[in-house]
């Protein structure tokens, strides 16, 4: 399985992983699915979905809207069935889950950008896009 890490250590804040993921995603909303929020010693710290091994999001999302893909152990949303109840977001241990700020129906979380490979091997765009390698795709 793969995973995003992230080196804090390297991150200097530009945003530049935040903007990829709005590119990739070309939402109506304009809403990233990561953020880097600054943490209480100043510096900042990206936050992406960890893909838990027992996603919290999963276990209370009473329609099936979270799931755990077992092929590639992404927790993946399903739109089409979502309730907007946010029970996947007061549940999340990390406060990383979000709604979209126009409707407040889409639950704004990352999906490792699946939708750019075919084999769901690709590196997501932030990835990709960042300019101080601060956030790699790695195998774990």
């Known amino acids: 399985m793969y995973r995003i890490k992230i080196d ?30 600054i ?11 960890r893909h838990c091994e027992r996603p919290e999001c999963v276990y209370t999302c009473m329609t099936g809207a979270m799931s755990k893909n077992p092929e590639t152990g992404y927790v993946e949303y399903h739109k ?3 309730a907007s109840c946010y029970m996947c977001i007061m549940s999340c241990p990390f406060g990383i889950l979000k709604s979209d700020s126009h409707e407040h129906k889409e639950i704004m ?32």
């Open 80 to 82: 089409e069935r979502c």
């Open 39 to 49: 943490d209480s010693e100043t510096k900042p710290a990206p936050i992406f979905c």
């Open 109 to 140: 979380k990352c999906n490792m950008c699946v939708h750019r490979s075919r084999d769901h091997k690709g590196a997501p765009m932030c990835v990709e896009k960042c300019p101080m390698q601060a956030i790699t795709f790695e195998e774990v």
């Open 8 to 37: 804090r250590s390297k991150c200097i804040g530009c945003l530049t992983c935040v903007t990829a993921c709005v590119v990739s995603h070309e939402t109506d909303s304009g809403d990233a699915r990561n953020r880097v929020v």
